[in-house]
């Protein structure tokens, strides 16, 4: 079955951190851009991140840079997302998407919650 | 940074009653070699994960059925369901794909009467 599987979703305090992951597994992603994709509860969807084929080209949100840093391990078909110095609005699901110039194949999240 | 405007916000519609939701791009999409411009839809169904169904404008993307459909060119672009049905209730999302950061439209949400 062709699936993305994000994992590291939490509950963290303001000023924590945490990292994601996503596994690829049947589906290629090795010659493919990755992403991360978030969306707030009841909200709509925002690009976060994305990553070149072999890492060495990352592209932020101005809301995230600085913070964030999104990396990958193609031997593994993995993305992470290390994500620092979390705010209240960093709550979300985050979604890891791979991107085939538009977003063609999109896991099913890990909730990310920052609250006191 | 490029804009995504989706009009309207909400829509309901009857059963087989063409729905048209619209987006605006602040500025053209238009980045690549191939000259189609870089706007797709996705539709989001509650407690799911967007699927992709529409990118180049206007290229359906593998399954998705025949009654969507994508057209526009500029920065006027519209998505087209033909004849809705009821597994078709869901948000709707256009995208511009052209240069970081990859911006969405707010949504539109679709139902039916």
């Known amino acids: 079955e062709v699936q993305l599987v994000e994992s590291g979703g939490d509950l963290v305090q303001p000023g924590g951190s945490l990292r994601l992951s996503c596994a690829a597994s049947g589906l290629t992603v090795s010659p493919y851009w990755m992403a991360w994709v978030r969306q707030a509860p009841g909200k709509g969807l925002e690009w976060v991140a994305t990553?070149?084929?072999?890492?060495?080209?990352?592209y932020y949100v101005d809301s995230v840079k600085g913070r964030f840093t999104i990396s990958r391990n193609g031997a593994q078909n993995s993305l992470y997302l290390q994500m620092n110095s979390l705010r209240v609005e960093d709550t979300a699901v985050y979604y890891c998407a791979r991107q085939n110039h538009s977003f063609d194949h999109w896991g099913q999240g890990t909730l990310v919650t920052v609250s006191s | 940074d490029i804009v995504m405007t989706q009009s309207p916000d909400s829509l309901a519609v009857s059963l087989g009653e063409k729905a048209t939701i619209n987006c605006k791009s602040s500025q053209i999409v238009l980045c690549n070699s191939n000259s189609k411009s870089s706007l797709s839809w996705y539709q989001q169904k509650p407690g799911q994960p967007p699927k992709l169904l529409v990118y180049?404008?206007?290229t359906r993307e593998s399954g998705v059925p025949d009654r969507f459909s994508g057209s526009g060119s500029g920065t006027d672009f519209t998505l087209t369901i033909s004849s809705p049905q009821a597994e078709d209730v869901a948000v709707y999302y256009c995208q511009q794909y052209c240069s970081p950061p990859y911006t969405f439209g707010q949504g539109t949400k679709l139902e039916i009467k």
């Open positions: 180049w404008v206007s």
């Open positions: 990553v070149n084929q072999d890492g060495s080209a990352t």
